[in-house]
């Protein structure tokens, strides 16, 4: 019960990664407000296992509005916030000369301009409190190139740079804001790209192929990590970029 008694935000807290660290931070003891559009997969998330503090609210990222009344509805419910994990995010393929304008727009919305929206708002909470946990959901892609996923990897880089500048903001007033970049993970996200492929075992082998061990990660392989970013015995760590990838990065 490492975490008990602290408050978490999980931005997309309703499937995959963030379900995961959701249900893995409140059997840790920690009171979850799970966020994001589709009411009926957080509400999934709340009831999925008995005993656990988990709430939800309906939140769009890229909504100023909705961004604040998340962080209102924790703090009302909580009355702090110890951890923000931004990881809602959306990913679609293409090469850039493809890309319409309006879709890298989205993109940019919800995978930065949302994690930045929800730091604004949580963020004089935890200064008041003397701390608080960020941990950014970036990607491998925010750290190399992908041809056909450009408008993606440009946001996850984006998300990388803003974690290392609020770092460097916030360093002494007890904020720790870090990021994971995690490589391929079983996710409705990775479901969703096989499924667009053209042949979906031949991109499962290229995408596995990829990672040095060979393997696609568990969800609950990127949860231990932000749970990690998150832990009071690791506070002189504070904008690095912690990559899950299966060894990708190490290429
Ligand atoms: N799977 C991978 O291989 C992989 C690798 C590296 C990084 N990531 C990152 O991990 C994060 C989680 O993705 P995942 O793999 O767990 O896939 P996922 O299951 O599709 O999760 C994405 C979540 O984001 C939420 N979301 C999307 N747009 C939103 C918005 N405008 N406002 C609020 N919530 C929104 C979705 O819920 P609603 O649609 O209900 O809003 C969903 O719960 C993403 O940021 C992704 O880029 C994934």
């Not at 950014?136 to 984006?158: H, P, Q, R």
């Not at 991109?203 to 990829?210: D, G, T, V, Y």
Request: charged content about 20%; proline content about 2%; overall charge negative.
């Amino acid at each position: 019960m490492r975490f008990k008694g602290r408050s978490a935000i999980i931005t997309g807290g309703g499937t995959g990664i963030g379900e995961a660290t959701a249900l893995l931070l409140a059997r840790n003891g920690a009171r979850v407000l799970v966020a994001g559009r589709r009411e009926e997969k957080l509400k999934e998330v709340c009831g999925k296992e008995e005993g656990l503090s988990i709430e939800y609210k309906v939140c769009d990222v890229s909504v100023q509005s909705d961004c604040a009344a998340t962080v209102e509805t924790a703090l009302s419910e909580h009355g702090r916030i110890d951890i923000l994990f931004n990881n809602a995010g959306i990913i679609f393929s293409g090469p850039s000369h493809e890309v319409e304008t309006d879709r890298f727009q989205q993109m940019f919305d919800i995978n930065v301009k949302g994690a930045f929206m929800m730091c604004k708002y949580a963020i004089p909470h935890m200064i008041s409190a003397g701390r608080g946990f960020i941990v950014n959901n970036s990607s491998v892609l925010g750290l190399k190139g992908f041809a056909g996923l450009s408008t993606y990897s440009a946001s996850k880089g984006a998300l990388v740079q803003l974690t290392r500048s609020m770092a460097l903001e916030y360093a002494d007033k007890g904020l720790r804001v870090n990021a994971v970049c995690p490589g391929g993970v079983w996710t409705p996200m990775f479901d969703s790209y096989l499924e667009r492929a053209e042949d979906a075992d031949a991109a499962q082998e290229f995408m596995e192929s990829l990672h040095p061990m060979g393997r696609l990660a568990d969800p609950y392989e990127i949860a231990e990590a932000v749970l990690f970013l998150c832990d009071e015995k690791v506070m002189f760590n504070t904008g690095s970029m912690l990559s899950i990838d299966g060894g990708i990065i190490a290429k």
